[in-house]
């Protein structure tokens, strides 16, 4: 991670869509800014990185950014750290997405105001670890589908209850049309867009 730095975000190529999440803090840095330059949209989530920065370096991460993803306590954290609450937060980005675990997750979308993300249905509380990736994977997904943000953070949703129901961080998959059926189950919806 202490190396993160020396990779370039101009070193792939074709990238639409970036995320900075917990690495070295000079790498979380680069990329923010290599991110921003380029004009490619990014979700920053410092989270277990939060230690790593001051105020400042807070609010430039929020000002390159156009996603904001933390959980409830991450949430806090920031808004301590920055002075700025979560709609002011959501003012200067796209969106502050808060996850709250079993509780569901917030989107605080500029345009919108608070979005009520549901959680999902969960078979069984097996192993959390990996929750908050398969969150932000299906937010990803999401966004590089164009979908909207009750959708979206559904989407984002059932991934991490998949996730929550198996030991270890990757260690399920799924077909879509079994995430389609769940994501029915769960939230009594029709997941043709997806």
């Not at 990329?31 to 430039?60: S, V, Y």
Request: hydrophobic share 40%; glycine share 10%.
């Amino acid at each position: 991670m202490d190396l993160a730095h020396e990779v370039q975000v101009s070193d792939a190529e074709g990238v639409t869509l970036g995320i900075v999440s917990p690495d070295g803090r000079q790498g979380m840095i680069d990329h923010a800014e290599q991110f921003a330059e380029a004009g490619i949209p990014f979700i920053f989530d410092p989270g277990q990185a939060m230690p790593l920065f001051n105020k400042d370096d807070f609010r430039t991460f929020i000002q390159q950014a156009t996603w904001v993803c933390v959980n409830d306590y991450e949430s806090q954290l920031l808004q301590e750290r920055t002075g700025w609450s979560p709609h002011e937060i959501a003012e200067k980005v796209e969106a502050l997405i808060v996850t709250r675990g079993g509780k569901g997750s917030y989107i605080y979308a500029s345009d919108d105001g608070r979005i009520e993300i549901p959680p999902a249905a969960v078979k069984g509380v097996v192993d959390p670890t990996g929750c908050g990736d398969a969150y932000r994977g299906g937010l990803l997904y999401g966004l590089m589908n164009g979908l909207d943000w009750e959708v979206t953070g559904r989407i984002a949703a059932l991934m991490g209850a998949i996730k929550i129901e198996h030991h270890g961080t990757q260690n399920h998959s799924f077909t879509m049309d079994e995430f389609r059926k769940r994501y029915r189950h769960s939230f009594d919806m029709d997941p043709e867009v997806i």
